[in-house]
């Protein structure tokens, strides 16, 4: 079945790091993949999405580009700020409309 | 709009007490779904429905019942609670129009059985 792989955390990274945080997917068909970002106590958001290969999904930047060779869907910051600190979750849509998440990778930025 | 929204925020019970869990959206979506998140597991899917009147189970369905009477909400029942059931819930709605559909989600209630 349908799955997403990301990498665990936690991940701890000082202020103006560069970040990156891996996603693999196995689907079959042509899933659109998403990145959304849990903070403390909250619901999750959607951070950026991409709906086909070579797509690349940006958002208050956060990049992330749809590999179909490599079933990856990376995320990635030049410099990351303490508001950055989060839950980040991998997710795909399937076909048939499910999504599937990853365990989710928590990241914590300091000054 | 106040987009996804759940009832009640927290909620303590005790083994074998049923509760109800209410979920609305105001965006006229026709997807919805409940999730589970749970330490290192990420969120799993309980239940969901594509539609007014219909219900679908997910991923881990075992112990919780779905209603979809109106479109605007999608209840979760827990008939007799268990400390397993322990863990933060989630609902999400989405709508069927093609391309990139998007998951809008709910704050979450907080579930604790004793």
């Known amino acids: 079945g349908d799955s997403v792989t990301q990498m665990e955390g936690p991940v701890t990274l000082s202020e103006e790091a560069f970040l990156t945080i891996n996603c693999t997917y196995t689907?079959?068909?042509?899933?659109?993949l998403f990145w959304y970002v849990q903070y403390p106590g909250e619901g999750l958001q959607l951070l950026l999405k991409?709906?086909?290969?070579?797509d690349k999904g940006s958002n208050k930047g956060f990049e992330a580009t749809y590999r179909k060779e490599t079933t990856s869907f990376h995320l990635e910051k030049g410099s990351v700020q303490v508001s950055d600190s989060a839950v980040y979750f991998c997710?795909?849509?399937?076909?048939?409309?499910?999504?599937?998440f990853g365990t989710g990778t928590s990241l914590t930025v300091i000054p | 709009n106040a987009g996804v929204t759940q009832t009640p925020k927290f909620r303590v019970l005790k083994t074998g007490q049923s509760m109800t869990l209410l979920c609305a959206q105001d965006?006229?979506?026709?997807?919805m779904y409940w999730y589970r998140q749970d330490p290192g597991m990420g969120l799993r899917l309980i239940h969901y429905?594509?539609?007014?009147?219909?219900?679908a189970k997910g991923e881990v369905p075992d112990g919780y019942n779905v209603s979809r009477l109106k479109k605007q909400n999608f209840l979760l029942g827990l008939e007799s609670a268990a400390p397993s059931q322990t863990s933060v819930y989630f609902c999400?709605?989405?709508?069927?129009?093609?391309?990139?559909?998007?998951?809008?989600f709910g704050p979450g209630t907080r579930l604790l059985v004793l």
């Open positions: 689907a079959t068909g042509y899933p659109s």
């Open positions: 999400a709605s989405s709508t069927v129009i093609a391309g990139g559909k998007t998951q809008y």
């Open positions: 965006m006229n979506h026709e997807y």
């Open positions: 997710a795909l849509r399937d076909t048939g409309n499910q999504f599937y």
């Open positions: 991409a709906t086909k290969a070579d």
């Open positions: 429905s594509v539609g007014e009147g219909t219900t």
